[in-house]
């Protein structure tokens, strides 16, 4: 079932969402509604505060094959890159946002299985942006103000 994507304003995305604690069949649904309205949005990740949901679970879409991610946790990062970041959540808004540039992180796969991740590029940028959904924050709260340089004459 396709969901509606909270927008900035609504409370939710700005709280800490709560670690699941058992992969149920309502856990399940979720990740299927959350895959489903990803890609109707096109979307390259979710997170299901983004759909009304309090919980720590992701989607990302890793090669056009969705990866659902339960209680992700990066827990090293290096490289730093700065690039232009939209979200479903602050619709028409492009900013840009400083993140590393690899990451490994660790989460919990449909079937409760703990699982180790490496990422870089597109994927590690998904994540980590994803993640901060997790932790009530947006892109609007890591917008880097560009700096403007003109030559004068």
């Known amino acids: 079932m396709i969901r509606e994507i909270r927008k900035v304003g609504d409370p939710i995305l700005k709280t800490k969402a709560k670690k699941v604690e058992k992969i149920d069949e309502k856990v399940k649904e979720l990740a299927r509604d959350m895959i489903e309205t990803m890609k109707f949005c096109n979307?390259?990740?979710?997170?299901?505060?983004?759909?009304?949901?309090?919980?720590?679970?992701?989607?990302?879409?890793?090669?056009?094959?969705?990866?659902?991610?339960?209680?992700?946790?990066i827990i090293e990062m290096s490289g730093e890159e700065l690039d232009y970041e939209g979200c479903l959540s602050v619709p028409g808004v492009e900013v840009p946002v400083?993140?590393?540039?690899?990451?490994?992180?660790?989460?919990?796969?449909?079937?409760?299985?703990?699982?180790?991740?490496?990422?870089?590029?597109?994927?590690?940028?998904?994540?980590?942006?994803?993640?901060?959904?997790?932790?009530?924050?947006?892109?609007?709260?890591?917008?880097?103000?560009?700096?403007?340089?003109?030559?004068?004459?």
């Open 43 to 73: 979307g390259v990740g979710l997170a299901a505060p983004q759909v009304g949901e309090s919980l720590r679970i992701i989607v990302v879409d890793y090669e056009d094959n969705p990866i659902v991610l339960i209680n992700p946790e």
């Open 98 to 153: 400083k993140r590393a540039e690899r990451i490994v992180f660790k989460a919990q796969d449909l079937d409760g299985r703990t699982k180790k991740y490496r990422a870089k590029g597109l994927l590690a940028r998904v994540v980590q942006h994803e993640v901060d959904h997790l932790d009530g924050m947006l892109i609007l709260d890591r917008a880097v103000e560009e700096t403007l340089k003109t030559e004068e004459k």
